[in-house]
Structure formats: C-alpha cells, structure tokens
C-alpha cells in the first residue's frame, strides 16, 4: 500500500483483473521469457551477481539507501515495477515456482491471502522481527515480513469549514448527516485500494449494517471518482494547486504532512487534517518469491529492508511508516501525520473470502 503525493509518482489504481485462460497463457509464456533473461545474470562462477525486488510502480528508495545495500551485500539491486499491487500479486501467482525476481514487495493484507493460497512465498523469519509490533505479523509461517504500514482515512480541508463556521467532523457517522451534504468525494473499491480501504472501513465498523451506511452516504451526495489521484487532487479542495469543491476525501493518514512538505513556502501548520475514526490499517509485507534464483541474496535483501537505515528512509520516499517501533519518524510526520490508536482492519483471510461480493454489493447499493 503505497501512498503517492511526488508529481511523477502515479496514483493506486487497483483494477479487478478478469484474466481468461487465453491470456494466462501469454502472459505465463512473456514472463516466464523475462525470467529466462534474469537467469542470465549470474556471475562466472554461476553464483548471482545480482538480486531483484519486483514490487509496484510506487516503491521508492533514496539512492544512497540503494548504494549501502549494494555495497554491504556486494550485490547489484534490481528493481522490476510491475504495476499497482494487484497487477503485482497477478503476476506472482502465475509465475509461481518460476518467479520474475527473488523478492516481492508490495503485497498488503488485502491482497495477502490470494498469494498465500497460491503458494507464491517460501518461509523467512528475518531476526530483525523482534523490533516489529506482533500486531503487524499477519504470517505465523513466515513466508511475509511486514515492511511498512498506512491508514486509509478521511482528510479534511481545515481552512475550508473555518470559513464557514461548520464543525470538523469528528467520525464516521457525521459525513452522513445534512451539514456535509455534497462534501466528501471517495474512490470506487473496485478500481482503487484506498477506496477499497474505505469500504473496508465501513464493513469493520458497522458489521452487517455497512450497506445501509453507504445508502446514506449516496443519499447526502457522495461523489465517486475511479482513483485516488483524480479524488485528491482533482475534487479535494485541500490539495495544493487544486481547484477542487470538496472538501472530504478518502485519503491517507499521511497525508497532511504531504501537504506540509511539498508546498512552497512550507506552511507552520498542516492545513488539511484526519478523522482518526475513519482510519483503516494497511500493511506491506515483502516476501521471498518460491523458487528465486538468489535465495541467499534475497534474504539479505528482507534483512536490510528491516534494517533501521532502509525503515527510517520510508516515510519520506512512500509516506507510510516503517514497521519497526524503535525507527524515528521525520518531524513532518512527528507534528502533522496521525497514527491511530486503535485503526480499524479486518482479517485478511475474511477480506479474500468475501472481497469480490461485497465489491459487487457496493456497486449495486452506490452506483446503480
């Protein structure tokens, strides 16, 4: 779950992929041609020279951070970007035992239980867990190491409702009522992973009763854009430079000291804020792919992932936060980002079991 504020850095878009068996083939044999071209990467004595990460088009490293792992591990970083996270767990299954790459990066615990079932990681406990908070832990085998963790939360354009004399609201529930009618614009969960996040967050917090919130909110006007780069930076009145009129939007719990950090001049204080209420928790975890061609450069590459120099470079390359609790966080993120006490998550494997159906329920409910 990659947050994505860098003018070049494009939005989350999450299609559901439809793929027919037609399709799996080509894909299968296209990939598996790139596989052929990595395996020839090897040194003259057949031991790797290299090792490749395949993760989405959002991950970002500092060059220095990149450099101290080649030279403390004597091995060239690869990076292969393979699309948003779904298009990246796609491709994994399909070139199960015969990967892409020897790590993947990217996968959440949205997406976790597909590539669990299919079978797509082989067991790592990296010794740098220790410093990790259990409740990140999603894998009791392993075969993922929890890198960074977001929340998905509604943000608010502080300065449009002082303007106005209109309260912040302060949950959930309060973005249903008249006084916010035509004020929030959301993704659609079926195309974007915040806004399947959001709905997400719905199901957690009203169990049964989520699609009678949503006919709610479809009722005091709610506006449904494809991604989360048209919602904010398009239709949320917050964003810098835009020219949007809403002034609620589903984004992330980092989002505000985005806001802080790439304007100019650099506000005092974050102009936008979080209903922490709202917040749901996503987690990216890295895992060996089964069948890497570098197995050893590949655990290196887990471990230095969860050392403190890659975990501290997190926040300002992908704006989420680093796994490990004893990694200081920027001041941007110290004074304007939100880490909610007790976020709202579901277990992932009762997100995979009926992810595709309430999709289906939302779109019925909210766009029919």
Not at 181 to 206: D, H, K, Q, Y
Request: proline share 8%.
């Amino acid at each position: 779950m990659t947050t994505c504020y860098k003018p070049s850095r494009p939005g989350r878009a999450a299609a559901r992929a439809q793929i027919t068996l037609c399709c799996k083939a080509f894909l299968v044999a296209l990939l598996a041609g790139v596989v052929g071209v990595a395996a020839g990467c090897g040194g003259s004595g057949g031991q790797p020279e290299d090792v490749v990460l395949v993760t989405h088009d959002a991950f970002a490293i500092s060059p220095g951070v990149k450099r101290a792992f080649e030279r403390e591990s004597g091995l060239k970083l690869r990076i292969l970007k393979a699309g948003d996270a779904g298009e990246v767990v796609t491709r994994a299954l399909l070139t199960a035992g015969n990967p892409e790459g020897d790590v993947l990066f990217g996968v959440d615990n949205n997406l976790l239980e597909r590539a669990l079932d299919g079978d797509v990681f082989e067991p790592y406990a990296p010794p740098a867990l220790a410093h990790v908070d259990p409740s990140l832990v999603l894998d009791p085998q392993h075969r993922v190491t929890p890198i960074d963790h977001g929340e998905v939360c509604l943000n608010v354009d502080k300065a449009w409702f002082a303007k106005r004399g209109i309260r912040l609201p302060h949950d959930l529930v309060d973005v249903t009522l008249p006084r916010y009618r035509n004020l929030l614009v959301a993704e659609n969960p079926a195309t974007s992973t915040p806004g399947l996040a959001f709905m997400l967050a719905t199901i957690a917090r009203f169990g049964d009763r989520w699609q009678g919130y949503w006919r709610k909110l479809r009722a005091n006007g709610v506006l449904v854009v494809d991604g989360w780069e048209e919602a904010y930076t398009a239709r949320f009145s917050g964003a810098a430079g835009s020219h949007g009129n809403r002034p609620i939007v589903v984004s992330y719990a980092s989002s505000p000291p985005a806001e802080v950090i790439f304007r100019d001049p650099r506000p005092r204080k974050a102009p936008t804020g979080v209903v922490a209420d709202s917040c749901f928790r996503q987690i990216e975890l890295a895992g060996i792919l089964r069948g890497a061609r570098n197995v050893q450069g590949a655990r290196a590459l887990v471990d230095f992932m969860l050392s403190k120099r890659f975990q501290a470079d997190i926040p300002l390359q992908m704006f989420v936060f680093p796994a490990r609790g004893d990694v200081a966080l920027p001041p941007a993120f110290v004074r304007f980002a939100v880490v909610p006490e007790h976020p709202l998550d579901l277990p992932p494997a009762e997100i995979d079991a009926n992810r595709e159906r309430w999709v289906d329920e939302w779109t019925d409910v909210v766009l029919r």
